[in-house]
T-cell receptor, first 112, second 113 residues
Framework: GQQLNQSPQSMFIQEGEDVSMNCTSS?????WLWYKQDPGEGPVLLIA?????ELTSNGRLTAQFGITRKDSFLNISASIPSDVGIYFC????????????FGKGITLSVRP | NAGVMQNPRHLVRRRGQEARLRCSPM?????VYWYRQLPEEGLKFMVY????????ESGMPKERFSAEFPKEGPSILRIQQVVRGDSAAYFC???????????FGEGSWLTVV
């Protein structure tokens, strides 16, 4: 089955630093999404990417849909303490009944 | 502007009991999805439903698990004769149409003791 790879499992950065997270797949996806999950909560959509090569920003977040359609990255600039959480990438195939395939997530810690 | 509503948020069941998790999609959404998240794992697709129809249940365990989305009322994920391995967070999501943005609820945490 399809798998999305996110590594490392955890990242530790200083407040104010930028951080970049990668997500790779052995399969092609038509849509890439990035979600953030806080403890005890559901995933919240951060950015959705619909075209290969697309670069999209949402405030301090920037994400890109890889040209090969097998990868995506998420960049967080000028991190703040509330950026702490688990960041998941998810891929979606066209016509696949909309179901999402998720990576295992990266836990981000931000030191004040 | 309510989002996807799930209840109960937390549920404790003894082994062998039944668990029923409810999900009301966002207003105007007729497509519902259930996902399961084990500790320190990503979400895994279970089932996709439209009103009164199961569209894709390829992620559902073959036994003890069932889901419905009746014409009236919330979608229900039912787990019969729960076992310890069923302990997980169960997330419901909804979308207006297939292929459109999917929004998640806050989850139902099932603990089997």
């Amino acid at each position: 089955g399809q798998q999305l790879n996110q590594s490392p499992q955890s990242m530790f950065i200083q407040e104010g630093e930028d951080v970049s997270m990668n997500c790779t797949s052995s399969s092609i996806f038509n849509t890439w999404l990035w979600y953030k999950q806080d403890p005890g909560e559901g995933p919240v959509l951060l950015i959705a990417l619909y075209k290969a090569g697309e670069l999209t920003s949402n405030g301090r977040l920037t994400a890109q849909f890889g040209i090969t359609r097998k990868d995506s990255f998420l960049n967080i600039s000028a991190s703040i303490p509330s950026d702490v959480g688990i960041y998941f990438c998810a891929g979606q195939l066209a016509g696949a009944n909309s179901k999402l395939t998720f990576g295992k997530g990266i836990t981000l810690s931000v030191r004040p | 502007n309510a989002g996807v509503m799930q209840n109960p948020r937390h549920l404790v069941r003894r082994r062998g009991q039944e668990a029923r998790l409810r999900c009301s999609p966002m207003k105007g959404h007729s497509h519902v999805y259930w996902y399961r998240q084990l500790p320190e794992e990503g979400l895994k697709f279970m089932v996709y439903l439209q009103k009164e129809n199961i569209i894709d249940e390829s992620g559902m365990p073959k036994e003890r698990f069932s889901a419905e989305f009746p014409k009236e009322g919330p979608s229900i994920l039912r787990i019969q004769q729960v076992v310890r391995g069923d302990s997980a967070a169960y997330f419901c999501a909804s979308s207006r149409e297939s292929g459109e943005t999917i929004y998640f609820g806050e989850g139902s945490w099932l603990t089997v003791v």
